[in-house]
């Protein structure tokens, strides 16, 4: 079982020059505080590669073709220089904007390489990564950004998926189905101050048999034994749109789940629950594992 989320580390936010860089460290800086554990913004920046697109060898000769390279490397090393300023740029801004309001203080830090190499490197002194749905990455603007969807199935500390402008967290649901990810989840959740004096709905889809509400009911137990606002919600309908649809009626700010789906699946993939909740949930997603 994974380090749980009450376990000592740093809070990291991957942020991005374009990306949503002031929401992820808002998120980091909540979580920081949640926790009482330093905030370390992070900035990966991926070194571009000098490459000529198609065949030059028939039209320059060698001697051009030489010239050419070097100043092309000449032109990615200047691009990686203005990159990492305005990341260092950035970087200050955001450091500036939080303040001196965490309780156990703020680090930047820029790395060069992929943000999934970077964010494995810093895993082992990590609690819990804070990345955008967008943008953790340049170029990366689909709604579930490949290096998003990448990191994720790589880590295995806690991930929190911000999808736009944060707020603080007063209510949140728990998606569970009885399984041992999502039994595993909430013994998380229990044990973690991160959730503390956040109201929890945890959410069961579908038919609910004897034994799974059973399960429900003893997550919930488990809950409140150690001071948290649980309640036991079932509904009817397919897990995806279902849970969208508890999100929308308890109001709720963020959706807690467990980073595989209860089926076969054992990894994210495309087309799972999860992945599509992550693509479309309007509140920040905590995924666990």
């Given at each position: 079982?994974?380090?749980?989320?009450?376990?000592?580390?740093?809070?990291?936010?991957?942020?991005?020059?374009?990306?949503?860089?002031?929401?992820?460290?808002?998120?980091?800086?909540?979580?920081?505080r949640?926790?009482?554990?330093?905030?370390?913004?992070?900035?990966?920046?991926?070194?571009?590669?000098?490459?000529?697109?198609?065949?030059?060898?028939?039209?320059?000769?060698?001697?051009?073709?030489?010239a050419?390279?070097?100043?092309?490397?000449?032109?990615?090393?200047?691009?990686?220089?203005?990159?990492?300023?305005?990341?260092?740029?950035?970087?200050?801004?955001?450091?500036?904007?939080?303040?001196?309001?965490?309780?156990?203080?703020?680090?930047?830090?820029?790395?060069?390489?992929?943000?999934?190499?970077?964010?494995?490197?810093?895993?082992?002194?990590?609690?819990?990564?804070?990345?955008?749905?967008q943008?953790?990455?340049?170029a990366?603007?689909?709604?579930?950004?490949?290096?998003?969807?990448?990191?994720?199935?790589?880590?295995?500390?806690?991930?929190?998926?911000?999808?736009?402008?944060f707020?603080?967290?007063?209510?949140?649901?728990?998606?569970?189905?009885?399984?041992?990810?999502?039994?595993?989840?909430?013994a998380?959740?229990?044990?973690?101050?991160l959730?503390?004096?956040?109201?929890?709905?945890?959410?069961?889809?579908?038919?609910?048999?004897?034994?799974?509400?059973?399960?429900?009911?003893?997550?919930v137990?488990?809950?409140?034994?150690?001071?948290?606002?649980?309640?036991?919600?079932?509904?009817?309908?397919?897990?995806?749109?279902?849970?969208?649809?508890q999100?929308?009626?308890?109001?709720?700010?963020?959706?807690?789940?467990?980073?595989?789906?209860?089926?076969?699946?054992?990894?994210?993939?495309?087309?799972?629950?999860?992945?599509?909740?992550?693509?479309?949930?309007?509140?920040?997603?905590?995924?666990?594992?």
């Open positions: 079982m994974s380090e749980l989320i009450h376990a000592e580390g740093d809070i990291l936010a991957a942020v991005d020059v374009g990306g949503l860089a002031d929401a992820v460290a808002d998120a980091g800086a909540w979580a920081a949640r926790t009482q554990r330093p905030l370390t913004l992070l900035q990966a920046i991926e070194r571009p590669s000098a490459a000529i697109g198609g065949d030059l060898s028939g039209s320059l000769a060698v001697d051009s073709q030489d050419l390279l070097t100043e092309l490397a000449a032109l990615d090393e200047r691009r990686a220089q203005l990159l990492q300023r305005s990341g260092r740029r950035m970087l200050d801004e955001l450091a500036t904007r939080l303040g001196d309001g965490l309780p156990a203080g703020l680090r930047v830090a820029q790395r060069h390489g992929a943000i999934v190499d970077v964010l494995l490197e810093a895993e082992p002194q990590v609690r819990l990564f804070v990345i955008g749905r943008g953790v990455a340049q990366d603007t689909t709604p579930l950004g490949r290096h998003v969807e990448r990191a994720i199935r790589a880590v295995a500390r806690p991930v929190l998926v911000v999808p736009g402008p707020s603080n967290i007063r209510r949140a649901v728990i998606a569970f189905d009885a399984s041992p990810t999502a039994t595993r989840c909430v998380m959740v229990a044990a973690s101050p959730l503390a004096d956040v109201a929890l709905d945890v959410v069961m889809v579908g038919h609910i048999e004897a034994a799974k509400r059973a399960r429900l009911d003893e997550a137990v488990q809950l409140c034994a150690v001071g948290l606002q649980a309640q036991a919600v079932t509904v009817e309908g397919e897990a995806e749109s279902a849970l969208l649809a999100l929308a009626r308890s109001e709720a700010d963020l959706l807690v789940m467990g980073a595989y789906g209860h089926s076969r699946i054992r990894h994210l993939l495309v087309g799972s629950t999860t992945t599509a909740l992550l693509r479309r949930s309007p509140v920040p997603v905590l995924l666990l594992r």
